[in-house]
């Protein structure tokens, strides 16, 4: 496989469970980021890891907790979510920290929480 | 502060006819300003970006963007529509500042007329 790829592409979940999100990149990237896209809202920017090491955490509810084990995977951790964070979780990664660098992006998991 | 406003969220053109998609922008640093494509089920693709080198950006598929600072604007156009470019369209901003995310409009839906 080529790019980002993102796994699963659709969840649904209770609002008492637990769940991750998985991300892949396979284009020798060292940094990579989650995105909240919402209808009718701009992307949102969640977490940035830079060499595997968390650079950037916009506000984010507890909620949601992200791993990064390496340079090529990335975790979205959900529990106890709630109806409001139904959206399309995007990930993407680039080659440095900085965001001038061409971020690539995945799929996107579409969560709908119940 | 930083943000992007995308003027138009639904824009329709003929096909053949000019494409025209407005972005404008507001910075405390020199930005970097990208635009992004999302077709249905699928991540962002990016088209161009301005990294402040030439004010007028060529990206693919016979887009392209001009900066302009005196406007804090970033148009993007296309000569002729096709029909495979109906998709969301996102104008996005980078203006360091320790941010390594991307700020992202709330997108401009583009529909395409036979």
């Known amino acids: 496989e080529t790019g980002v790829t993102q796994t699963p592409r659709h969840l649904v979940m209770g609002m008492t469970n637990k769940k991750s999100l998985k991300c892949e990149q396979h284009l020798g990237h060292n940094a990579m980021y989650w995105y909240k896209q919402s209808a009718k809202k701009p992307l949102e920017l969640m977490f940035v890891?830079?060499?595997?090491?968390?650079?950037e955490n916009n506000s984010v509810p507890s909620r949601f907790s992200p791993e990064c084990p390496n340079s090529s995977h990335l975790f979205l951790h959900l529990h106890t979510l709630q109806p409001e964070d139904s959206a399309l979780y995007l990930c993407a990664s680039s080659h440095s920290g900085g965001a001038v660098e061409t971020q690539y992006f995945g799929p996107g998991t579409r969560l709908l929480v119940l | 502060a930083q943000s992007v406003t995308q003027l138009d969220s639904h824009v329709s053109v003929s096909e053949g006819t000019p494409v025209l998609l407005r972005c404008n922008y507001s910075?405390?640093?020199?930005?970097?300003l990208f635009w992004y494509v999302q077709h249905p089920n699928k991540g962002l693709q990016l088209l161009l970006k301005y990294t402040s080198a030439a004010t007028l950006v060529k990206g693919i598929n016979g887009f392209e963007a001009e900066f302009k600072k005196s406007e804090t604007s970033f148009h993007l156009t296309k000569p002729s529509a096709h029909m495979s470019d109906a998709a969301e369209y996102f104008c996005a901003l980078y203006s360091g500042g320790g941010a390594d995310g991307l700020t992202f409009g709330k997108g401009t839906h583009l529909i395409i007329q036979p």
């Open positions: 910075s405390s640093y020199s930005p970097s």
């Open positions: 890891y830079s060499l595997e090491e968390r650079v």
